[in-house]
Nanobody
Framework: QVQLTESGGGLVQAGGSLRLSCAAS????????MVWYRQAPGKQRELVAR???????NYADSVKGRFTFSRDNAKNTVYLQMNSLKPEDTAVYSC??????????????WGQGTLVTVSS
């Protein structure tokens, strides 16, 4: 069974940085596209950033210029670098990956979520 494992959340002061990671547990699962979502207490889940299979990225206006996707294919891991964090970035961040389990099984997976808390 393939799982996504997230890490990198924590407590940071406003203006600080964190890097979230989302790693697939099996190298036989190829991540094609990935989306990061977040959900703040009492609010609806929102899309934060998306990277397509072709490598193109999209970011929510609220994080544009501050958050950046990157990936390490050798580690089957996708990263979300978050800079200039604001208190309003406080939320549980979850990754959603669409990919292929060798040889040709399509899977869509969710990570367990990681809490990011930004203090003012």
């Amino acid at each position: 069974q393939v799982q996504l494992t997230e890490s990198g959340g924590g407590l940071v002061q406003a203006g600080g940085s964190l890097r979230l990671s989302c790693a697939a547990s099996k190298s036989t699962f190829t991540i094609n596209a990935m989306v990061w979502y977040r959900q703040a207490p009492g609010k609806q889940r929102e899309l934060v950033a998306r990277i397509s299979s072709g490598g193109s990225t999209n970011y929510a206006d609220s994080v544009k210029g501050r958050f950046t996707f990157s990936r390490d294919n050798a580690k089957n891991t996708v990263y979300l670098q978050m800079n200039s964090l604001k208190p309003e970035d406080t939320a549980v961040y979850s990754c959603n990956a669409q990919g292929t389990l060798y040889p040709d099984r399509y899977l869509e997976l969710w990570g367990q979520g990681t809490l990011v808390t930004v203090s003012s």
